[in-house]
């Protein structure tokens, strides 16, 4: 229902900062919950975070907790994953998905294509 097309990923290194973008398209966006989920080679792909339609709750992984925020702009369709103290662990590729809700974003079917994020060391 919504198609969702990721950018911001690049070269970082360690310690620093980077802010990913999920723009959207469809009159609907306001109505989805959005999330960030990444994917490094060999491993599973683990949801990051999450957002409800309206901004108002928030969901992260522990392991970015204190350093990552999503956030969402409604009247731009944008969905954002700024990124900060950034370790080599956090190298991935990084999608956004859609859903009815945060709680239902791991069994989201509405992808981006992803964009990849490598942190050195």
């Known amino acids: 229902q919504v198609q969702l097309v990721e950018s911001g990923g690049g070269l970082v290194q360690a310690g620093g900062s980077l802010r990913l973008s999920c723009a959207a398209s469809?009159?609907?966006?306001?109505?989805?919950?959005m999330g960030w989920f990444r994917q490094a080679p060999g491993k599973e792909r683990e949801l990051v975070a999450g957002?409800?339609?309206?901004?108002?709750?928030?969901y992260y992984t522990d392991s970015v907790k204190g350093r990552f925020t999503i956030s969402r702009d409604n009247a731009k369709n944008t969905a954002y994953l700024q990124m900060s103290s950034l370790n080599p662990e956090d190298t991935a590729v990084y999608y956004c998905?859609?859903?009815?809700?945060?709680?239902?974003?791991?069994?989201?079917?509405?992808w981006g294509q992803g964009t990849q994020v490598t942190v050195s060391s």
């Open positions: 469809g009159r609907t966006f306001s109505l989805y919950a």
């Open positions: 998905a859609a859903g009815r809700s945060i709680a239902v974003l791991p069994s989201a079917n509405n």
């Open positions: 957002i409800s339609s309206s901004g108002g709750r928030t």
